[in-house]
């Protein structure tokens, strides 16, 4: 069967549901003939209408959140430290600010320049260290699929980011994609801030992933 894009219809839904259904799902980034892919292991959910762990919490809306209240599908890129981009989908009805963040992947297309974009070295000569922590968080699979703050609003539809049901024809699904999915359900990282908020169980995870 060909792969095909996830429709729109997929993130207008409750934002909870599309991270847990994105897992084992395909995110494809390309650039002119280069094709990088890889399959979502890890998410979390955001929803701003009631979530303190949400940039527009309470329908906070600044420069930096407007991205939030798009159309779902949107992408949504942001920086932390002031130099990592964590890609997040927007989700749920337009001006309903709420987004998954995409945590984890692992690499299924173009290993090779994902390597050098992540550490500027071919990757059969990566350590195990390198390979075992290569796109197991937001800014690490950012920094190797080239996913910068130029692809902050991308709209649902666009070829140069978008999420598949498989790998674009001409790359087989490795049999191991096929098994079914075992998905681990947790709290989110890194928002103690959020109080009680931090303490939902919004992250989700595939086995082999962060516990």
């Not at 260290?129 to 910068?148: D, S, V």
């Not at 692809?151 to 024809?169: H, R």
């Not at 075992?182 to 109080?195: K, L, M, P």
Request: net charge positive.
């Amino acid at each position: 069967m060909k792969p095909v894009m996830l429709p729109q219809a997929f993130f207008n839904r409750d934002t909870v549901t599309v991270a847990r259904e994105l897992l084992g799902k395909y995110l494809v980034r390309r650039e002119g003939d280069l094709v990088l892919a890889g399959r979502i292991t890890e998410t979390e959910a955001y929803i701003g209408r009631m979530d303190k762990a949400c940039h527009a919490y309470n329908y906070r809306r600044t420069a930096r959140t407007e991205t939030l209240f798009a159309p779902p599908g949107t992408a949504y890129v942001y920086l932390i430290y002031g130099m990592y981009c964590c890609l997040n989908l927007v989700t749920e009805l337009e001006g309903e600010p709420a987004a998954v963040l995409i945590r984890g992947l692992e690499p299924r297309m173009g290993m090779e320049q994902m390597a050098q974009n992540r550490y500027a070295r071919p990757a059969e000569t990566l350590t195990k260290t390198q390979r075992r922590n290569f796109l197991n968080g937001p800014g690490k699979l950012c920094k190797a699929m080239n996913i910068t703050r130029a692809c902050n609003g991308l709209p649902w539809g666009s070829p140069e980011l978008a999420v598949y049901d498989g790998l674009p024809e001409g790359f087989p699904v490795p049999p191991e994609d096929a098994k079914p999915l075992e998905i681990h359900v947790g709290t989110r990282i890194g928002v103690d801030y959020a109080g009680e908020d931090a303490k939902l169980p919004w992250r989700f995870w595939l086995s082999g992933e962060r516990k």
